[in-house]
């Protein structure tokens, strides 16, 4: 277990993500920003300079990512895509921070209140609408 307690964030070379990483490493969270290996350094370059730990991982590897993922308080997926990603990969980190035991678990759920649509009227809400019923499983 990590002897610090970290906040990781998934997908932190993106554009939603790295601004999430450095607004929590600039309020002095510890921040993990998890990302796929093959990631071009350049998109890790402001993450370092924050002090930000940059942890190459395959997203869809549970017992790694668990592994990864002890110790931390919270995990912030900020995530893009359609179904195999929100559902799919999204998935896969949610099973690890509960294997984890990471208390809290913030879906990427930012670009409006998808409970407010109706449900079929967007593919996309109904992905992050589908995944919360995930969620409260």
Do not use: W, Y
């Amino acid at each position: 277990m990590s002897s610090t307690p970290f906040i990781a964030v998934a997908g932190a070379t993106g554009g939603l993500g790295q601004l999430v990483a450095l607004a929590l490493a600039k309020r002095g969270a510890t921040v993990k920003a998890l990302m796929r290996p093959n990631t071009d350094p350049s998109r890790t370059e402001k993450l370092r300079n924050a002090g930000v730990n940059i942890t190459p991982i395959e997203l869809s590897a549970v017992p790694a990512l668990t592994r990864e993922l002890d110790g931390a308080t919270c995990v912030v997926s900020t995530l893009q895509g359609l179904r195999d990603v929100i559902h799919g990969v999204q998935g896969k980190l949610l099973d690890a921070s509960v294997a984890a035991k990471v208390p809290r678990f913030i879906p990427s759920d930012f670009a409006l209140d998808f409970t407010k649509a109706k449900p079929g009227s967007n593919r996309n809400l109904d992905l992050r609408r589908g995944f919360h019923s995930t969620l409260r499983q």
